[in-house]
């Protein structure tokens, strides 16, 4: 059991990394930074804001794939810069930022 857990938390860590390591080659950090506002909302506040929205992933992956405006303030967000699979990757780190 001890290994099994210890395995999951290696898998978590790894994928959280990639995360951030697709955020940081994509150019979301440019604008995005995990604990703080930079020019869009930290990450954790979106995390915090759709906590419990069952159509947050659907939402947000559209958004980061098409861009969007006026929910966060009057800067829009470029979209474009990443394919649906990565979208997807980003969203779902995002979200499990909620802690």
């Not at 395995?7 to 995360?19: D, E, G, K, P, R």
Request: glycine letters at 12%; one cysteine or more; charged letters at 20%.
């Amino acid at each position: 059991m001890k290994n099994i857990i210890i395995v999951l938390a290696l898998l978590t860590s790894v994928n959280s990394f990639a995360s951030q390591e697709l955020a940081t080659a994509k150019g979301c950090l440019g604008c995005h930074a995990i604990d703080n506002k930079v020019v869009g909302p930290a990450y954790r506040d979106v995390a915090k804001k759709y906590s419990g929205d069952k159509t947050a992933e659907d939402k947000l992956v559209q958004k980061v794939l098409h861009g969007g405006s006026g929910v966060w303030g009057a800067v829009p967000m470029p979209g474009g810069m990443v394919t649906e699979a990565e979208s997807k990757t980003l969203v779902k780190w995002i979200l499990g930022m909620k802690k």
